[in-house]
């Protein structure tokens, strides 16, 4: 054996001895379930809407909420001249949960401000979304290098003082496929270990979903998949127990569109049942849902018509053996607009006071929001049973 | 992390730009000092600040960042194309391009989606691949296909150092644009090719 042999052979074994001993340990996911209070139910109906987004930019997109530690509630969203336009950016304002006030809004993150912190050229920027993780704001958002929504990758910023200030914006890497065609749309889930689950999903070549497993450092760890092929994205995850999770998805199948999808895990995070259609319909778009009092009982706004984007509508289902009813109606365009998708991007929030907070896309010009607490929600169930 | 440092992200760009100038361009038929001087102008490009940011940000925003194979294979082939220094052979490269292609197959496809089955999931803190790779490279080392040998190594100890983004060790070891490149590789024969060691 020459020593240039001896030499090689020597640097490969020690090289993979080191591998393997620096190898971390599988990480379990135990999610960290939220307590589910009724506070509020009764107290007085609230029902109250407003503009948020004010007249920054003429197009604004993809809301997305966060109740922060003092109890107050974040709203994010994106906007620029148009979706995907060069000035898009992100933009944020907090509601008071004591006043009812809204702060004035404020640019969180420009193309410009992405660009030089991953040291890439960035066009254009998309969907946020947002955690709190201890003392921390983590947000989450879509950005783009070149094409179309299919090339984008995720990036991450944090917030040590509740979204006043951002840290340096970093790249999630996602795929290994040039780091393409991965975005957010749902917000993530907190587990146990300190990690988080980040609902994700792809369509480049397949449209799927999947949850990225993030570390306390930022970096994907691990990631499980949901669906596969083109039929399901943007999924909506609620954790049910400490190692089980349900997901609804929107529906972008050509054999099968129509219905709003949905799957659950197997026992596993990384163990997901095949996608069954539920009774609701689904025009190929997002939908939001949140747990009530139990962890079967939730609350679903989505789009109800197989094929248009033209209303708003909340569906609660009682436990999960129950089927879904229709118990609101937010929005539903006037016959004589013409306008094509006008409400979409429907984002729920259930704060800790019982209140809850829903986000959505208003005709690409605004975004809305709609207050309501327990006993609204008790109202319209109540109002829905006499008219069914 | 290679990012953190912004020097070695230019370079690492400006080496992916450089061998695919080597590749692409009719570096043989030119003297040597022209071909050195268009591997300075290529560096300059990418390294200077075009409209505010350096060249090498677009080719990250285009195509990521390399894999640590990709960038090693990238520097031998460049030297052993522009300055005939015979780095790795005929015979080693075809096996190694083999190689990638079967991976490739087997990564992309269903990474992408295709099945339930995601391969990159394979390449988080999994021993299984990491003994595969090992195998691999053992091969490689047994019939002195050094170079070969040298870069898997060199992928998967960067890897556990984390010097990407990525805590993936498929990054490490290819990615799609170093694929094709490979793939490309059996078009052009190199002056410092040939069979014997």
Known sequence: MTIT????????????????????????????LLHTGNAGQHSEAILQSSFVSGELTREVHSATAVELNNG???????????????????????FNHGTGGWSEIHEVINRQQ???????????????????KGDEL???????????????????????????SWGPVRRLISSPFMNISTLVRNAPLLTEQGDILLPAYHEFLGKFSELLHIDSRGTVINKYRISHGREAIQPALLATGSDSAI????????????????????????????????????PDAAATVVQLDSPGELLLVFNNHPSERDDITMAWRPSAESDWQLIHQFEKLDKAEKIHNPFSYPFL???????????????????????????????????????? | ???????????????????????????????????????????????????????????????????????????????????????????????FRWLLAASALLLYPFALGLTGFDSYSLGYANPWLLAMVFIITLLFWWRSYYFTAVILTAGVLACSLQLLESGNLWDYLLDPVFVIFLLLTCLKSAPGENQTR
């Open chain 1, 114 to 132: 992405v660009n030089h912190d991953t040291r890439r050229y960035i066009r254009k920027l998309g969907n946020p979304v947002a955690v709190v």
């Open chain 1, 138 to 164: 983590w947000l989450f958002f879509v950005s783009v290098s070149v094409g179309g929504w299919a090339g984008s990758s995720i990036n991450l910023s944090v917030s040590r003082d509740n979204g006043n």
């Open chain 2, 1 to 95: 992390m290679i990012s953190a440092y912004p020097l070695l992200s230019g370079l690492s760009a400006a080496l992916l730009c450089i061998a695919w100038a080597s590749l692409l361009l009719p570096m043989a038929r030119l003297a040597v000092a022209v071909r050195l001087l268009i591997i300075s102008g290529i560096t300059l490009l990418v390294m200077l600040p075009l409209d505010g940011n350096p060249g090498w940000y677009a080719v990250r925003g285009l195509f990521g960042d390399s894999s640590i194979s990709a960038m090693l294979f990238y520097l031998a082939f460049t030297l052993q194309q522009n300055v005939s220094w015979q780095i790795y052979r005929t015979d080693e490269l075809v096996l």
């Open chain 1, 72 to 94: 107050d509630i974040r709203v994010f969203w994106y906007g620029g001249k148009r979706e995907g336009s060069k000035d898009t950016a992100i933009f944020s304002r907090v």
């Open chain 1, 247 to 282: 997901a609804f998805m929107r529906n972008t199948s050509a054999s099968n569109p129509g219905k709003l999808w949905f799957s659950h895990t197997n026992g596993h995070i990384a163990d997901w049942a095949p996608l069954q259609p539920l009774s609701l319909p689904n």
């Open chain 1, 5 to 32: 042999r001896l030499g090689i052979f020597l640097t490969v074994i020690s090289g993979f001895a080191l591998a393997l001993f620096a190898l971390p340990a599988e990480r379990p996911v135990s999610f960290i």
């Open chain 1, 349 to 388: 929030l259930k704060t800790a006071d019982g209140n809850f907070h829903l986000f959505y896309s208003w005709k690409r010009k605004h975004i809305k929001h709609v207050w309501f607490n327990r006993a609204t929600l008790q109202k319209m169930r109540t109002s829905a049973g006499k008219d069914s």
